[in-house]
């Protein structure tokens, strides 16, 4: 089992920054990656970010690259989601997830463990 603990949610203007965390805990070394996703009101879930936490290899769902950046910290067991030039549509509740599987990781399936999420709202 791992427990995924996520933080940093809030409301910020359109243009602000946020900078989310996730605390991993239990079985951590068996997973393999760990992601971000995001669900808005009326939308699908969504892999936002994810990254490896061996290699530190990362991908991006195209809607956030250049302003979101994805971090680990091994010692930690920690994962970061820097999010700056936040936009409105960027609204949803995001989630912490992780992942046993290598094939899959970048695709956003075989995520099986999901923290609680946190709400970010990027409002004027």
């Known amino acids: 089992q791992v427990q995924l603990v996520e933080s940093g949610g809030g409301l910020v203007q359109p243009g602000g920054s946020l900078r989310l965390s996730c605390a991993a805990s239990?079985?951590?070394?068996?997973?393999?990656?760990m992601g971000w996703f995001r669900q808005a009101p009326g939308k699908e879930r969504e892999l936002v970010a994810a990254?490896?936490?061996?290699?530190?290899?990362?991908t991006y769902t195209n809607s956030v690259k250049g302003r979101f950046t994805i971090s680990r910290d091994k010692v930690k067991d920690t994962v970061a989601l820097q999010m700056n030039s936040l936009k409105p549509e960027d609204t949803a509740v995001y989630y912490c997830?992780?992942?046993?599987?290598?094939?899959?990781?970048?695709?956003?399936?075989?995520?099986?463990?999901w923290g609680q999420g946190t709400q970010v709202t990027v409002s004027s």
């Open positions: 990254i490896t936490w061996s290699a530190g290899s990362t």
């Open positions: 239990g079985r951590t070394a068996r997973q393999y990656a």
């Open positions: 997830a992780s992942t046993l599987y290598s094939a899959t990781w970048y695709t956003g399936r075989g995520y099986d463990y």
